[in-house]
C-alpha cells in the first residue's frame, strides 16, 4: 500500500544532541516537505525538495537540514538540538497540484 | 502572495448539530483548494478538494464548494459526531510552479455528547 512513513513518533532528547527525523514514501512522488507544527496548530514550511539532489528552504527559517539521495526518502538532521527546536515535525509528499501526503508526523521533547 | 484565512476557533458543537468552518483565499486565477483534517496526536489527512471553480468536494458527510466570486471554500457538515472532533486546516496551491501548499491557522473543532 502507498504510504508515507516518519521516524520516530515521539522522541525525548538531550540539549546538544544530533538527530535525524526519518521519512520515507512509497508512491513514487518527486516532491518532498517538512513542515513544523507549533502548539498554537500554525503549519510552517521549513524544507522542500522536487526530487533527487533538490532540497530548499522553505518560508519559517530552521536551524534544520536536509537531504534526498533517493527519492523515496527525505531526512531532516538536527546538528546540536535545543529546546527552542520542541516541535511536532511533519512530513509530506505530492503529486503536481492534487494534494499532499502526510506522514503521521514526530513529536520531538528537547530538554 | 498567496494566503488562506480561516475562523479562529473553538467551535464547541452539541452532536448532531450543523456544522460551518468558514475559509476564503487570497491567490490569482484558480487555485486548487483542500480542507485537511487532524486528528490528536496524529498527521494530517486529505478530508476534501476542489480544483476549479464550482466544483463541490465531499467526503465523510463533509462538503465544500469552490467559490469563485466570493474566493470561498467553506466547510459544511450537517450532523455532527463527537468522533468529528479534530483540528480543520483549508489549505490551497497556487497557479505558480511552486506546488507549494499554503495553510490557514487552523480551527478547533469540539463535539460535545
Known amino acids: 500500500e502507498a504510504d508515507i512513513y516518519q521516524t520516530p513518533r515521539y522522541l525525548v532528547i538531550g540539549t546538544g544532541k544530533k538527530i535525524t527525523l526519518e521519512c520515507s514514501q512509497t508512491?513514487?512522488?518527486?516532491?518532498m516537505y517538512w513542515y513544523q507544527q507549533d502548539p498554537g496548530m500554525e503549519l510552517h514550511l521549513i524544507h522542500y525538495s522536487y526530487g533527487v539532489n533538490s532540497t530548499e528552504k522553505g518560508d519559517l527559517s530552521s536551524e534544520s537540514t536536509v537531504s534526498r539521495i533517493r527519492t523515496e526518502h527525505f531526512p531532516l538532521t538536527l546538528e546540536s538540538a535545543r529546546p527552542s527546536h520542541t516541535s511536532q515535525y511533519l512530513c509530506?509528499?505530492?503529486?503536481?497540484?492534487?494534494?499532499?501526503?502526510f506522514g503521521s508526523g514526530t513529536r520531538l521533547t528537547v530538554v | 502572495g498567496n494566503s488562506v484565512t480561516q475562523m479562529e476557533g473553538p467551535v464547541t458543537l452539541s452532536e448532531e448539530a450543523f456544522l460551518t468552518i468558514n475559509c476564503t483565499y487570497t491567490?490569482?486565477?484558480?487555485?486548487?483548494l483542500f480542507w485537511y483534517v487532524q486528528y490528536p496526536g496524529e498527521g494530517l489527512q486529505l478530508l476534501l478538494k476542489?480544483?476549479?471553480?464550482?466544483d463541490k468536494g465531499s467526503n465523510k458527510g463533509f462538503e465544500a464548494t469552490y467559490r469563485k466570486e466570493t474566493t470561498s471554500f467553506h466547510l459544511e457538515k450537517g450532523s455532527v459526531q463527537v468522533s468529528d472532533s479534530a483540528v480543520y486546516f483549508c489549505a490551497l496551491i497556487g497557479m505558480d510552479s511552486s506546488y507549494k501548499l499554503i495553510f490557514g491557522s487552523g480551527t478547533r473543532l469540539l463535539v460535545r455528547p
Open positions: 491567490a490569482t486565477g484558480y487555485p486548487s
Open positions: 508512491m513514487g512522488h518527486d516532491k
Open positions: 476542489a480544483t476549479k471553480a464550482d
Open positions: 509530506a509528499s505530492s503529486e503536481a497540484k492534487f494534494g499532499y501526503t
